[in-house]
């Protein structure tokens, strides 16, 4: 019987042959959405998605793009609010 945890929908189920021939159910966390702009809601390029444990291994740089708003926001909406904000200091 399958442990108690793989039950939930948490856990992807993939179908393996074994070496021996033996069809088995392997269960694997699924992967996390793509990360997408607050504003736009266009999926957001060059920011790794991944377990908290694989991010945690990464570095800074490897994470997310080296800009402002950078992982938040698409490069469109982060034009437009540089700008926005430009506008309202002076």
Known sequence: MV???????????KRKVTPGGKN????????PKKIRCQVTG????????????QLKK??????VPS???AGVLSSKAMR???IKRARTQS
């Open 42 to 53: 266009e999926v957001l390029p060059g920011v790794a998605r991944g377990r908290p444990a």
């Open 58 to 63: 990464m570095t800074k740089s490897q994470k």
């Open 80 to 82: 437009a609010e540089l």
């Open 3 to 13: 442990s108690g945890r793989f039950k939930s929908r948490t856990y992807a189920r």
């Open 24 to 31: 088995v159910l392997r269960h694997s966390l699924r992967k």
């Open 67 to 69: 800009r402002p708003f």
